[in-house]
């Protein structure tokens, strides 16, 4: 069974880089089928999509966050990581890694992260 | 505001039928396959449809999902106090380069 744990710092100061990793198990983040993507979640609000990377390095951002973040992957970690620059409180949310699948679909999903953008 | 629209909210009694709608535009639903997924408080999101009309193993089929042009719809039939959550579709939006979703729709169970 696939599974994917985000890790990193729960607390970020504003102006700061968030930083998160997604580690995943049960499976090989190297497959070509699939991306491994960010969303995010405010407090009580809906989702956001953050964006992806396929295990060849290539990604696809979010146009409103595409100055500020960065999505990189790790093979022979099997790993893939999110930075996001300049966070302010609009940054703070839950962050979910997640298997993406062609058709545009998010079939695993990691438990979240709550994030919180605080002096 | 999202680039797909979702009613906040529907209701029904145990053992009835809602459905939830999610209108787009012809750069998202409209030329791509939508997803729909389940959400209770505290919890990741959990894939129900994807595909527009495509049940992943383990989802009960009284949980559907259709397309037509530019709109979606998640349909529960037989409903349970055990669906009461929010629920959200997804897809993929040309015009944007990005994956866009509702804003969500909360299902109460009366």
Excluded: M
């Excluded at chain 1, 990377?53 to 409103?64: L, V």
């Excluded at chain 2, 997924?37 to 259709?66: C, E, M, V």
Aim: neutral net charge.
């Amino acid at each position: 069974q696939l599974q994917l744990q985000e890790s990193g710092s729960g607390l970020v100061q504003p102006s700061q880089t968030l930083s998160l990793t997604c580690t995943v198990s049960g499976g090989s983040i190297s497959s070509s089928i699939y991306s491994w993507s960010w969303i995010r979640q405010p407090p009580g609000k809906g989702l956001e999509w953050i964006g992806f990377i396929y295990h060849s390095g290539s990604t696809y951002y979010s146009p409103s966050l595409r100055s500020r973040v960065t999505i990189s992957i790790d093979t022979s970690r099997n790993q893939f990581s999110l930075k996001l620059s300049s966070v302010t409180a609009a940054d703070t949310a839950v962050y979910y890694c997640a298997r993406r699948e062609i058709g545009e679909f998010f079939d695993y999903w990691g438990q979240g992260i709550l994030v919180t953008v605080s002096s | 505001q999202s680039v797909l629209t979702q009613p906040p909210s529907v209701s029904a009694a145990p053992g009835q039928k809602v459905t939830i709608s999610c209108s787009g535009s012809s750069s998202n639903i409209g030329n791509n396959y939508v997803s729909w997924y389940q959400q209770f408080p505290g919890t990741a999101p959990k894939l129900l449809i994807s595909d527009n009309d495509k049940r992943p193993s383990g989802i009960p089929d009284r949980f559907s999902g259709s397309k037509s042009d530019t709109s979606a719809t998640l349909g529960i039939t037989g409903l349970q106090t055990g669906d009461e959550a929010v629920y959200y579709c997804g897809t993929w939006d040309n015009s944007l380069g990005a994956g866009v979703f509702g804003g969500g729709t909360k299902v109460t169970v009366l």
